[in-house]
DNA sequence: GGCTTTGTGTAACGCCCTGTAACAGACCCC
DNA sequence: GGGGTCTGTTACAGGGCGTTACACAAAGCC
C-alpha cells in the first residue's frame, strides 16, 4: 500500500543528473531522470511522478518556462535548482510558481529536507482554504466512443447516458488509459500510474483489472474493440478521446 | 467556520505588486492590490481585508504614515516590507506598529510563513467589536445538487428548501467537502480539518461521520451520488458547487 | 503441421477496506 | 442530577481487489 513517492529529476549536466538519482535513489525514493524539457514531459506522461527537481538553467527551453508549462494543468510540486550567481531574489521567486528553490552548489542533504517538506506539505494539506481559487470545480472531462468520463466527479457515462458502477480501482485504470489514448501501456507502466508501485515478479493484477473493467464497458468483452491487448507489450485505448474543456 | 483570508498588498511598485498578488493566489488567500495610501484606505473600507503586506518606501504618504492611520482605530494585522538598506531596528521598535516586517530581497516563501504566522496569531486573540475583521453577517453561500449550504447561520436547505437537522459534527463535516469539491479527500485530511486532529491507528470516526451524512443527503444511501467514496483514498463531494456572494 | 513455450483470460479464493448497527461515554440543557 | 443528543468505539457483514491456478491462444521450433 505504501507507495514510495517517485522523483524526476531534471538537469542537463549529466555527471549532477546521475548523482543525485543514485542519492536520491539511496535515500528510499523511486527516481526517474530526463535531460532536458522534451524528456521531462514524456516522463511526466508515462509515469506517476510525484515532484519534479529541476534545473534553472538549461539549453533549450530554460527551466522557467517548464515550470510555468507544467503548472498550466497541474499543482505538481516542483523544487527549483538555481545556479550560483543567477539573480534569485523576489522577481525570479515569485515568478516561477516553484514550490521552493535550492541555489547551487547545495548540499544534497538539504535538498532531501526540502523535498520531504514539500511532498508533505502536498500530502497534508492540499486543501487550503480555497486554494488557487474558492470555485475549483476539478478537472477535464473526456469523451471516447459515446462514454463520458467525468474527473471532478469520477464519473463515467455509458453512450445511454447511463452512470457506470466503476469500482475505485476500474476508474483510475480506465482514466490511464484514456488520457493516454491510442499508445500501448505496459503493465508496469499501468501499474505505476495507477497504484503508484512498480510490478513484483508475477504480478498479474493489471491483467485482471483490466478484464473486469472490460466486463462494463465493453460490447463484447471476449471480442474487445475498445482496450485492445498487445501482446508482449501491455494494453491500449483504441478508442479516439476528446477532451472537453473543465467543467463550467 | 473558516473563511480563506483576505490579504491587502500596498506597493507603487506595480509589477512587484502583481506578482505578489498572484503569488500570494495561488497559495490560497484573496487578495486585494493598492498602489498608494488612498486606494488602501478605500479598500480597507470596501472589504473585510484581514491583513495588509506594506511597502514602507512610496511617494506620497508612506508606510509608515499610513501605518499609524490604520492603527488609529484598528488592530488589524500588518506586515511590512522595507528596501535593503533601509534602517529598520530603530524605526520598526518604536513606531511602526506593524506585526512584523521583511526587508527586501526575501524570498516568498518566507513571506509566506509569516503572513500566516501573523494570521494564526491575530486569530488565537478574541475579535475585538468593531474591529474591520471577520464579516458581520457571516460568510458566502455555497449552492450543489439542490442544495444551499449557509455558513452564516450553519444551515443546510434540500432542493425543496426545508432545512436539514444537521448535527455541528455533520455541517463541518459537509462545510469541509463543499468546500473543497470534486476533489479526494483523505480520511487523515478530514479528520484534520474538521476536528484538527490526526488519525489514530484503528480511527473509523470519520467513516462514521460519512454514513451518518448520507444518510441525511443522500436520495438513495446505499448507492451515493453526492459523496462518493474512493476505496484506499479517501471521500469526495461528486457534485459542482457555486460559491454565491456573501450574505447581505 | 504437431509440439513446446510463452503470454493472456478468467474463475475462485481470501484478505483487507468500507458500511453500518449497537453501545457507551461526553456533553448540554434545563 | 436526569434526560436527551451527539459522537467515538467496536464488532460484524459485505464487497473490492490481489493472488493463484488453470485453460486457452499465439508464437516459436523442428
Known amino acids: 500500500m505504501e507507495r514510495t513517492p517517485h522523483l524526476l529529476v531534471v538537469d542537463d549536466d549529466r555527471e549532477i543528473r546521475t548523482l543525485l538519482g543514485r542519492f536520491l535513489g539511496q535515500h528510499g525514493f523511486r527516481v526517474s531522470l530526463a535531460a532536458e524539457g522534451r524528456e521531462m514531459m514524456r ?19 530554460d527551466g522557467l518556462s517548464l515550470c510555468r508549462r507544467v503548472r498550466v ?15 534569485i531574489d523576489r522577481i525570479v521567486g515569485l515568478e516561477m510558481g516553484a514550490d521552493d528553490y535550492l541555489p547551487k552548489p547545495f548540499n544534497p542533504r538539504e535538498l532531501l529536507a526540502r523535498i ?13 482554504p480555497g486554494e488557487a481559487g474558492p470555485d475549483e470545480n476539478g478537472g477535464p472531462r473526456y469523451r471516447f466512443a459515446g462514454f463520458e468520463l467525468d474527473t471532478g466527479g469520477r464519473t463515467v457515462r455509458d453512450p445511454d447516458g447511463a452512470e457506470l458502477p466503476l469500482t475505485a480501482g476500474e476508474y483510475d ?65 483504441a478508442a479516439e478521446v476528446t477532451r472537453a474543456g473543465d467543467t463550467q
Open 173 to 237: 485504470l480506465l482514466l490511464c488509459l484514456v488520457q493516454r489514448p491510442r499508445r500501448v501501456l505496459s503493465r508496469d507502466q499501468l501499474l505505476d500510474l495507477t497504484r503508484g508501485r512498480t510490478a513484483a515478479p508475477f504480478d498479474r493484477s493489471i491483467d485482471v483489472q483490466i478484464g473486469r473493467l472490460r466486463k462494463k464497458i465493453e460490447a463484447d468483452p471476449k471480442e474487445p474493440s475498445l482496450i485492445k491487448t498487445v501482446r508482449g507489450g501491455g494494453y491500449l485505448l
Open 43 to 61: 516522463a511526466l506522461e508515462e509515469k506517476a511522478i510525484d515532484l519534479v527537481v529541476l534545473d534553472l538553467m538549461m539549453p533549450g527551453e
Open 116 to 128: 520531504r517538506a514539500v511532498l508533505r506539505r502536498h500530502a497534508a494539506l492540499p486543501p487550503l
Open 73 to 87: 494543468d497541474s499543482a505538481l510540486p516542483i523544487i527549483m535548482l538555481t545556479a550560483a550567481g543567477e539573480d
